[in-house]
């Protein structure tokens, strides 16, 4: 057996690592020693993270089944950074009552569907790809029914689990196909004989169906709000981003290195895919009245975006993308920190209403809110406004002049509605019941100050862009 | 550092200043420093410019440098003056001045003039750049906080009109985007650079004739192009006095320069094309304007609408594409810039003692606040184009340029806009009838006073501005006129 294979898998075999340092400090920890434990977990993982930025050797393992390079590692990376700001705005949430026995348990199931998608991102063959998707996806639905006495948070584990399944089902369905019309799973033998003959192209679609339930892509969206609204907000800001991260990581992977023959024909389905997404997921956000169904259906529209990057099919539509994707892992989760810190203080509210007036009582929580509404607005001089420019370019120089148009005209509407969240916090009155001023816990503290400097910074460092370049690649 | 990039690096010290002060005192020692350090950058360019203009007479910009940003995408953070772009640094760096003082009193202030100075920063970034990236970069920065200016501090329905102004300007700039990304790819995707582009690239004229509507669009919007000029009113009239003042003020002279400076600069082909089209619809805005503002009994209305008429004005001239006509077209911004300002002020300064902004409540104010009513009518006079003020030279140079056009379409637009000048003086002529003269309506105003100090700063600071131009139009008009050449050369192809 040839170990050389294993150290190709250092980012797995370190994040195990870090599961296995966690599982047995909770299970022979004593209870006293456990207090330690949140700290204990959120510095070793951020010590992992910072691992993971030196130099990895790239190559294939096991044969092609496992493919690492240096996209890859960043793509793990970004994954990495989300993880740890998620990890760090649960404090508040995991030390209530009912969920303080449990903290442990959290961390390791997150763990667990972390590995899963190193796996998606990594795979070089399809089986694998499936593996990595359902070991991302079983556990998650464990985190989304953490809150188990709550009746919603039940209900979208449950929600999340069929779905999960369905989506599988029909994924392998599409695999299926593909291996009778191609008779390998092995990303570089596909390469060239992908043909547009039928049921190779009927398997691609399967699949695309399949990644369109973890990416929530419209019409494979309907699971999205409830699962967001009744999962605890943690739970929903990590399916947020790093799932959908991940899913994306992996589509722009399977199609450019396996269809890139076929291009006409996947442009075709991103590009109607793209458009009812990010629409609908607009249209649909304006009429909500949660702050967390709010943002799962701004979620949805902004996975519309991310396809304008896959569309390209070249190296700058996958930088764009990659870009994109860590632009919105600091917007979004810097708006995930303020909901779950207003969640708190206003003992479980996540209408928008309890929003109303923030601004008077906590104008600094107002203003990350602010900062995250409008990069994810794609509004200068907020980094949003750079990874969404940037993601029109690479739609634009496969000439989908039209999409861009498109798009952007959805990004009004968006702004309508990233708009209202703004008014809410600053322009209107706050009602009785308003949440008074509190302060957040040093934790979630550190999280909100990580997505502020990510906010501001992302986009002025051309440096970040410009890395990721280098090492992208085209169809 | 070059001395453009001072233009932005003000206004973002100023920023960072303010979020550490904490009393009103400190506050406006900030902006009042900031604001001057401006006015007194602005005149030093302009002293500058001319000497370095006489010593390079055919470099079309000067003061350039340029800083690569996003290598892979050639995006570059480039910046360089003509004459146009010092004379609008010049009005900018004036309203934003006088705009401070202005909004002397106001709550909340810390915030109000964060966003104060956001807006400042995206004006004077837009009219440094001539890079695409940063130009548009800069438009949106100065577009977004009228959202909180008027949706906070405004008066009468400012919800609704914040989101309406703000949605509009942005389904513009939607426009606009697509448009800049195309230029970027049918150029051949080497350059943002708009020297670059206009001078070594070419953009084939398939594609000029989506591209130049979709630009002139999204700037024209900024301009109160016709249809599109609904938010102005709305907007205007509910911001707040110096948003009022830098929004007519600076900002819609943002759309006129930009289809100046990028539609028509770049485009040239399809301007000669496609330009009836639009001038068609801004001979609309023209007289359309006017007359609603003939209607108007709210202030601020017949202001709003006022700039409707004037502004469509300027983009009206840049459609007739001759030196005369374009000089005119910068000069008229620049008038109508410090006139609209000095209008606003006015009525912000009258609207915060009286209480009211309809034309029927009041009356004879001039013998209850002579220095404002003498402000207004000078005001009103340069509005309506009177020799020795701003509007007159600016008016005047753009009708003698329109009617160079020899050929009926053109004579007919000149003349119905011509026409348009009569019907400023009778909304005009009528409001300062009804405010300043005649019986006092309401004995309440009998007890009010006159403008304080700051307003005063402000007010003497723009007629100062209206009047020089008035009386030295030469000064400013061969400043622009040689800058206009390079794109009147494109043009006569």
Sequence with gaps: ?475 | MNILSLFVAVPVLMIVLLFLCKEMKQIRTVMVTGASALLVLAATLTVMFIKERAALPDVEMLFVSSTIWYAPLNITYAVGVDGISVVMLVLASIIVFTGVFSSWNMNMAKEYFLWYCLLSLGVFGFFISIDLFSMFMFYEIALIPMYLLIGLWGTGRKEYSAMKLTLMLMGGSAFLLVGIIGIYYTSGHSSMNLLEIANNLHIPIEHQRWIFPATFLGFGVLGALFPFHTWSPDGHASAPTAVSMLHAGVLMKLGGYGCFRVAIYLMPEAAHELGWIFLILTGISVVYGAFSAVVQTDLKYINAYSSVSHCGLVLFAILMMNQTAMTGAIMQMLSHGLMTALFFALIGLIYGRTHTRDIREMGGLMKIMPFASVCYVIAGLASLGLPGLSGFVAEMTIFVGSFQNADIFHRVFTIAACCSIVITAVYILRTIGKILYGPVQDEHHLHLTDAAWYEKVSAVGLILGITAMGMYPSGVSEMISKSILPIIEKLSF
């Design chain 1, 1 to 475: 057996m040839d170990f050389n294979n294993f150290l190709l898998m250092g980012q797995e075999i370190g994040l195990i690592a870090v599961f296995l340092i966690l599982f047995i400090y909770d299970i022979i920890g004593s209870e006293k020693s456990k207090r330690y434990f949140y700290p204990f977990t959120c510095i070793i993982f951020a010590i992992f993270t910072l691992w993971g930025f030196c130099p990895k050797p790239a190559g294939e393992a096991f044969g092609g089944m496992f493919i690492s390079s240096d996209m890859t590692v960043l793509m793990k990376n970004i994954l990495n950074i989300a993880t740890l700001i998620v990890f760090l705005q649960t404090f508040r949430w995991l030390d209530a009552e009912d969920t303080r026995h449990r903290r442990s348990e959290f961390f390791t199931i997150t763990l667990i569907t972390l590995l899963g998608m190193y796996l998606m991102v990594s795979s070089g063959n399809f089986m694998m790809l499936y593996i990595g998707m359902e070991t991302a996806s079983l556990p998650l639905a464990c985190l989304a029914a953490f809150n188990k006495y709550k009746e919603k948070s039940a209900e979208a584990g449950v929600k999340f689990v069929l779905i999960s399944a369905l989506s599988s089902a029909v994924m392998l369905f599409g695999l299926s196909f593909l291996y009778g019309a191609i008779g390998t799973f092995y990303f570089s033998d596909m390469t060239s004989r992908v043909v547009g003959e039928p049921l190779t192209i009927l398997g691609l679609v399967f699949f695309f169906g399949g990644l369109g339930f973890k990416l929530s892509l419209v019409p494979f969206h309907l699971w999205t709000a409830d699962v967001y609204e009744g999962a605890p907000t943690s739970v929903t800001a990590y399916l947020s981003v790093v799932s959908k991260g991940a899913a994306a990581f992996a589509l722009i992977f399977a199609i450019y290195k396996v269809f890139g023959n076929i291009e006409i024909v996947w442009q075709q389905i991103i590009w109607w895919l793209s458009v009812i997404t990010i629409t609908l997921g607009n249209l649909f956000a304006i009429r909500q009245n949660d702050i967390k169904r709010f943002f799962a259906f701004s979620s949805i529209s902004q996975a519309g975006y991310i396809l304008l990057g896959i569309i390209a099919g070249n190296a700058q539509g996958m930088t764009a993308t990659v870009f994109y994707v860590l632009v919105y892992v600091f917007s979004n989760l810097a708006a995930f920190g303020v909901i779950s810190a207003v969640e708190h203080a206003s003992g479980g509210k996540t209408s928008i209403a309890a929003f109303n007036g923030l601004y008077k009582n906590n104008p600094k929580l107002s203003l990350v809110m602010t900062f995250a509404v409008f990069s994810l607005g794609g509004i200068p001089p907020f980094a949003g406004y750079f990874s969404k420019f940037f993601i029109f370019m690479a739609a634009a120089s496969a000439e989908q002049y039209l999409l861009v148009f498109i798009a952007l005209l959805n990004t009004v509407i968006s702004l309508f509605y990233y708009l209202l969240i703004i008014k809410a916090m600053y322009i209107k009155n706050a009602e009785s019941g308003a949440v008074s001023r509190f302060s957040s816990d040093t934790y979630n503290r550190i999280s909100m100050l990580a997505c502020i400097l990510g906010i501001l910074v992302c986009g002025f460092l051309s440096c970040i862009y410009s890395g990721m370049s280098e090492i992208s690649f085209g169809i």
